[in-house]
């Protein structure tokens, strides 16, 4: 047995434990990387008190809806805003955007599709053979239109992926930008980006 002098320590305490290096060591890796923010700064951040738990089943949909309607209006703001992680699949990525870029940035025949299309359905109940005659006419000069300058689209359209995205695959992309551009500019969504500026 040995004797244990006041102010010295054992030769048991000087020797390091593997186990709590170990330990230290797992603790320092698996932190979060930030200091935990104290309870006034946690507490500022929430507005206001936590809402009570709801008593009826009734409230408990009424809340529900409540978020979910304020989760949507938020999700749809930033689809409209061209966010990516809100929008689509068929609308993401930066080949999309480029092409959305491009259609909204010119002027399009195929955006006066719905007119022409109102004006032949309203031809067809009109039982007048002049009318007819000439909303034929029309939508038969209106559809070569159309095809010019959607092969003038699509021509702009890989022209600026290839020089703008090189790496990027255009698959689907014409087709996308076609179609975009018989909406009306208004109604187009994403919106386009000159609106948002």
């Known amino acids: 047995m040995k004797l244990r002098l006041p102010g010295r320590k054992s030769t048991a305490e000087t020797t390091p434990d593997p186990s709590a290096d170990l330990n230290t ?53 930033a689809a409209a805003r061209g966010d990516d992680s809100y929008l689509p699949a068929r609308d993401r990525g930066p080949v999309r955007r480029l092409v959305r870029n491009v259609v909204d940035l010119r002027r399009n025949v195929g955006s006066l599709f719905l007119v022409i299309a109102a004006l032949a359905v309203v031809s067809f109940f009109v039982r007048n053979a002049f009318v007819q005659t000439y909303t034929s006419l029309l939508l038969m000069v209106f559809f070569l239109l159309f095809l010019l300058d959607s092969v003038f689209l699509a021509r702009r359209i890989k022209r600026a992926i290839a020089e703008k995205l090189p790496n990027e695959s255009p698959k689907g992309a014409v087709l996308y930008g076609v179609s975009r551009s018989t909406m009306i500019r208004r109604w187009r969504f994403p919106k386009p980006e000159a609106e948002q500026a």
Request: glycine share 12%; no cysteine; net charge positive.
């Open 25 to 77: 060591d797992l603790v320092r890796t698996s932190g979060k990387g930030r200091p935990t923010p104290k309870r006034t700064e946690a507490q500022g951040r929430r507005q206001g008190p936590p809402p009570p738990p709801p008593t009826t089943r009734k409230e408990a949909y009424r809340r529900m809806r409540e978020t979910q309607a304020a989760n949507r209006g938020t999700a749809r703001g």
